[in-house]
């Protein structure tokens, strides 16, 4: 029998599912889709390699337990003027910031005079010799922040105030701008910057979207080779300037007399990876500034002179007003990087350099004739140094860092003076001219070490306490260990409290505090009086506390799109023993420097900001004094031969050492405040910019300064009058037909009020001539993005 067969049917493919019709989207609708990988090109990889690493810097430091406000590039640009003010106008807008003269340093932080400290990306510009002139260009920073209060130990040197500097990272994208600015006081203003990416060998990576959705993907960057190279960044900037008004005019006038200034600033930047785990910048930068020494007329010969010069050269009479005193600058810096980071550990060691020139050039006939001398002023600096600094996280609670500085400076003073020699010296025995030489080298050491730790004790409690060493070999050699301690305590998360103390070893600026030879110019009309004992570095206890409160409203969902109030109340108190300070104390207006033997300093901040949207506000009041008594340096820069009925007919030297006196640059009340507002919260479209009712891209701003007054008088016993300064601003920013780069057409207002008011009255300890603040000025610019 056969085996019985079974036949199965064959089994059938699968159907296609049966495709659903596409729908099509209804108005007002959208229609969801999945969007396609998308490449990430290999500037785009190095961007975002760059953020990271810029992240690990700010790593390195940490500002806990201080105060720091911070302002950003789009917010300068929004202020009146914009990137076209120089950097120590932006900073007038912080918290007690008070204004100055050119000649005395442009401004003070909580009243102390310089002491600040300006870093770029983490490293410290050393000093240099000051001048008029401002180094840094505006339109380099991506952000500023001025930090005040009890500093970490990682900051050392100039602690009253740090400027911290991190350039711009928006502008590595093949793109730049040119733009001219100008006005008022024959003022003329071009800039160009340009930044980009070269020299990558990363090929394009494709990124996948993190979700389909309705909106424009969030893509998640895929890893690059590690082997390839990522390419350059670097960025480049440079600006003139040419104006009638070059420093404060010292005549309540419109127009100054002969007053002209030239100033050329340029800057630039380059970073490159050298592996996946190591950063190589360079940052350089030039300033090339010469001014006219403004003119005071209707002085008369042969009184200002000690004794008195009634004829030089045969020359018996001088038009005070036809003075040709002029002054060039000349700056030049570098910062060579190296940054790390890798396994919780960051690491920076950089190289940087400063070389400074200053020349002052005297009218000798004038000068000899309306002040008895005429000097010819030299300063040269030339600094090199080695800054290296690491923070290496423990674990979730304690974060170690710590590092070094060694700099040298090599510096030269040098006075060449015009006098006339007498031996009665009343002015009836004076001699022919003759030159008198006062040279003085030396070469400084500055040195500094730190550790510390930030500890957090707790979710809401941080401590910072570490310990700073300074050793100084200048005209003096001294040490300090350096205690600092602080806590931040956060109990919600829009309110901290912060308090501290540090100890501060500050050393003198090296060119400020060179050596007289005084005894050469004995029975001449240039003879001082007392002695010059050398000056010495400032130590002092620093206390701090304050409380900041952010208040959040008018949230969507999600917590986005809030509107914020932030206040801020910060208290100081400062104990100092050799107290610096520093003045212009003779027609040549260069710094020269001295101590009290005691000082101390006081002061409340308050702060506000208001921010909604494109609407940003803000507000900044300072009540502060500091006190100082008994010159110890540099005694002679006080007369002590003619007796004063202001001070009870005491000796200007006398009432100092028996009494405590405001320091000239103390200013009781500081004030500042300002509004933006952008209209659309960006530049206006093709169609935008040629309707006349729209006003998308437009900023309308606006800035105050108030002072009540820097101390005048015999031994700065009185104020000058008190002075608000207001400023406007508008600009638009717009699309022109087939030209995807904005361009930008702003003006503005300076001292909106025309207010003549006096920053100095040539009177008071180290102020030799009045400065008026700016008189009214209108100014013109346009910049397009190329």
């Not at 100008?182 to 090929?203: A, D, L, M």
């Not at 040709?324 to 690491?347: I, K, P, R, Y």
């Not at 001398?373 to 304690?398: E, F, K, L, M």
């Amino acid at each position: 029998m056969l085996p019985e067969l079974k036949v199965r049917e064959p089994k059938q493919a699968a159907k296609p599912a049966r495709q659903k019709p596409r729908e099509v989207a209804r108005s007002g609708a959208s229609t969801p889709r999945t969007t396609p990988p998308a490449p990430v090109t290999p500037e785009a990889q190095l961007a975002a390699k760059s953020g990271v690493f810029d992240q690990s810097r700010s790593n390195l430091y940490t500002t806990a337990g201080t105060t720091s406000d911070t302002i950003s590039h789009d917010a300068i640009q929004n202020l009146p003027q914009g990137d076209n003010a120089p950097v120590e106008k932006v900073l007038l807008q912080a918290p007690g910031v008070s204004q100055d003269s050119a000649a005395s340093g442009a401004l003070h932080v909580r009243n102390d005079h310089a002491n600040v400290q300006f870093r770029i990306n983490g490293v410290m510009l050393p000093d240099g010799v000051t001048g008029f002139g401002s180094i840094l260009d505006t339109g380099l920073i991506g952000s500023m922040a001025l930090v005040t209060g009890a500093l970490p130990a990682e900051f050392g040197l100039r602690t009253v105030g740090l400027v911290d500097i991190t350039t711009r990272t928006d502008v590595f994208n093949n793109s730049g701008s040119v733009s001219m600015y100008g006005g008022s006081h024959g003022t003329i203003n071009p800039s160009v910057e340009y930044g980009g990416t070269f020299g990558g060998n990363c090929p394009a990576t494709t990124s996948t979207p993190s979700q389909a959705t309705t909106s424009a993907p969030t893509y998640v960057k895929a890893p690059a080779s590690a082997n390839c190279f990522a390419g350059v960044q670097y960025f480049f900037s440079g600006r003139y300037l040419q104006t009638t008004v070059g420093i404060e005019n010292p005549t309540p006038a419109y127009n100054a007399i002969h007053d002209f200034s030239q100033q050329e600033k340029g800057f630039a930047y380059m970073s490159a990876f050298v592996d996946p785990t190591t950063r190589v910048s360079l940052i350089a930068g030039t300033s090339i500034n010469n001014f006219e020494i403004p003119d005071v007329p209707g002085k008369p010969v042969g009184t200002l002179g000690n004794p008195p010069v009634t004829d030089a050269f045969g020359i018996t009479n001088f038009n005070s007003a036809q003075l040709n005193e002029n002054q060039s600058e000349v700056t030049h810096f570098g910062v060579l990087s190296v940054q790390t980071s890798a396994n919780g550990l960051d690491t920076q060691l950089s190289y940087f350099t400063r070389y400074n020139n200053l020349k002052y050039y005297p009218d000798p006939v004038g000068d000899l004739l309306l002040n008895g001398i005429a000097s010819s002023v030299t300063r040269n600096s030339y600094t090199n140094g080695i800054q290296g600094d690491a923070s290496y996280q423990v674990n979730s609670t304690h974060t170690l860092r710590t590092g070094f500085t060694v700099s040298g400076e090599q510096s030269f003073v040098g006075n060449s003076s015009l006098v006339e020699p007498c031996m009665i010296c009343d002015g009836s025995d004076n001699g022919a001219p003759e030159t008198i030489t006062n040279d003085v080298s030396k070469l400084g050491v500055l040195m500094g070490v730190y550790a510390q730790d930030e500890w957090k004790l707790t979710n809401q409690l941080t401590m910072n306490y570490g310990l700073r060493f300074d050793q100084m070999y200048q005209y003096v050699d001294a040490n300090q260990f350096s205690p600092r301690l602080s806590f931040t305590y956060k109990p919600f998360e829009d309110t901290t409290f912060h308090a501290g103390y540090a100890r501060y070893f500050t050393p003198p600026v090296l060119t400020e505090a060179a050596p007289p030879n005084i005894a050469l110019f004995n029975n001449t009309t240039g003879q001082v009086t007392g002695q010059s004992s050398p000056v010495l570095p400032e130590r002092s206890h620093y206390f701090d506390a304050g409380v900041d409160q952010k208040f959040k409203f008018g949230c969507a969902s999600g917590g986005k799109d809030c509107s914020s109030i932030d206040l801020g109340v910060d208290a100081y108190y400062k104990i100092a023993q050799d107290l610096l300070d520093n003045g212009t104390f003779g027609q040549a207006l260069v710094l020269s420097a001295f101590n009290y033997a005691r000082g101390y300093n006081e002061g409340v901040e308050f702060h506000a900001k208001y921010n909604k949207g494109n609407f940003q506000a803000y507000a900044n009041l300072a009540v502060a004094q500091q006190r100082a008594n008994d010159p110890v340096s540099n005694q002679y820069l006080f007369d002590n031969t003619t007796p004063l009925a202001d001070l009870g007919g005491l000796t200007a030297l006398q009432y100092a050492q028996t009494h405590f006196i405001y320091t000239d640059h103390n200013q009781f009340v500081t004030a500042s405040a300002g509004v933006s507002y952008q209209f659309c919260g960006r530049a206006a479209t093709v169609a935008e910019t040629f309707d006349a009712l729209s006003w998308c891209g437009t900023t309308f701003s606006a800035d105050a300064i108030y002072g009540s007054g820097l101390r005048n008088g015999d031994d700065n016993i009185t104020t000058v009058p008190a002075y608000t300064q207001v400023n406007l601003g508008i600009k638009r920013e717009f699309l022109l037909p087939n030209d995807p780069k904005p361009m930008t057409i702003r003006f503005d207002v300076v001292n909106l009020f025309d207010s003549i008011y006096e920053i100095r009255d040539g009177t008071g300890i180290g102020v030799f001539a009045p400065q008026f603040g700016p008189r009214r000025g209108f100014f013109l610019g346009i910049s397009k993005k190329i």
